[in-house]
C-alpha cells in the first residue's frame, strides 16, 4: 500500500472486457511529507476520486479483495482518499521515547538485585 495523488485520467476504448465500467486514474507516489516521487501506477478507482486528491492504493492480490473488482485483471486499486495524515518527526518521537523510558531504566537500576 502507498500514499499517492491522483494526476491524470486513463481513457481506453478497446480493453479487456472485464475492464468495462472501471474507472482507470493515473496516480502519482507520494512519501510522507506529500512529495512527489518517480514512481506512478494506473490504478482502477472505486472511491470516486479526483484528480488533485491524496489516495491510498493497493497493489497486486490485495487489490483484488474488493468485491467491485474481484476477478478482474487490475494490479493497483484506489482504496480510499486520504483527508489528513499525521506523521511524527523521528527525533521528536525518539524524544518523547528517551523521556518515557529514561526514568524507567533509573528505576530498575537503583533496585536492589534478589
Known sequence: ????????????TRKDPRLEGLKLLVVRELDTELKPQQ???????????????????????AARQSPLVEGRPIDALIMAVVDDLQVCDPQEL?????????PLVAQLEAQPES
Not at 1 to 12: E, H, K, N, S, Y
Open 94 to 102: 525518539e524524544a518523547s521515547y528517551a523521556a518515557r523510558r529514561d
Open 39 to 61: 514512481r506512478f501506477v494506473i490504478a482502477v478507482d472505486v472511491v470516486q476520486a479526483g484528480v488533485g486528491d491524496v489516495v491510498l492504493v493497493s497493489q497486486g492480490s
Open 1 to 12: 500500500m502507498f500514499l499517492g495523488r491522483v494526476i491524470g485520467t486513463v481513457w481506453a
